[in-house]
């Protein structure tokens, strides 16, 4: 822990414990304007955390199953959350972001935080406009605890707002073996890949006459989320809502 000091904003790190968030407090650690009060995770009270520290922002890298309650306690504690965890419902955001507002506490949860992910659903958003026929890949590792990832769900929701008029399967589809296709979010196919190997990668790919556009981000290792956390840590406490996605938060 580092000393506090009249700049430094003090901020905790919730599931310090899990790789994300062991490399998010290091990198809190480091961060000279940052400074880290409480490295918090299952045994520990998260309210009295915030409460005994004055921590002004937590970042949250948990388990979907606690994410929500993470969220609504740092909310009523008056913090600042950062939220990378993933696995919120549609309801789940809006009850958060109504009582944000109640509170007046801004906050971001971020389906993902590296930058390159935010500018290929930018992208992917844009395409579809032209390319409405859309497919979403997501890939991640084996431990990885829920499908689609929230990055998938966010892509999908963007391209829905954005594209035209899609052309669709022109025969009758019979998958011979369940789910084959993917399932849909908001009109969009998306399929998931867990294995071994991978970190966190999506492929967008768009369909035309004659032409197929790919778009891609690999997250190739941890460290490419953490300057996204770090600045939203240092962006969220000039907000009064609770926004959905990190782009919310990069030209402030």
Do not use: W
């Not at 406009?129 to 769900?153: C, F, R």
């Not at 899609?166 to 979010?185: F, S, Y």
Request: proline residues 4%.
């Amino acid at each position: 822990m580092t000393d506090p000091s009249a700049s430094s904003l003090p901020v905790i790190v919730n599931g310090a414990k899990g790789r994300m968030g062991a490399l998010a407090a290091e990198t809190v650690r480091a961060s000279p304007d940052l400074d880290l009060v409480a490295e918090t995770d299952l045994e520990d009270s998260l309210l009295e955390s915030i409460q005994s520290t004055g921590a002004r922002v937590v970042v949250d890298f948990t388990h979907p199953s606690c994410a929500f309650e993470n969220t609504r306690t740092i909310l009523e504690a008056g913090a600042h959350p950062v939220v990378g965890t993933t696995g919120f419902s549609q309801d789940d955001i809006q009850a958060l972001q109504n009582l944000a507002a109640e509170r007046r506490v801004g906050g971001v949860i971020a389906p993902n935080f590296a930058i390159g992910a935010v500018l290929l659903m930018k992208f992917a958003a844009e395409a579809a406009k032209y390319l409405p026929d859309v497919e979403v890949i997501e890939m991640h590792h084996n431990q990885k605890a829920d499908a689609p990832s929230g990055t998938a769900v966010k892509t999908a929701e963007l391209i829905a707002e954005q594209r035209g008029q899609a052309q669709g399967m022109l025969v009758e589809e019979k998958e011979t073996v369940d789910r084959v296709r993917g399932g849909q979010h908001m009109g969009v196919t998306v399929h998931s890949v867990r294995l071994p190997g991978f970190v966190a990668h999506e492929e967008v790919l768009l369909g035309g006459v004659g032409q197929i556009l790919s778009l891609r981000h690999d997250a190739i290792s941890r460290e490419s989320f953490m300057p996204g956390v770090v600045l939203a840590a240092r962006k969220v406490v000039h907000l009064e809502t609770l926004v959905y996605g990190l782009e919310h938060v990069l030209e402030l």
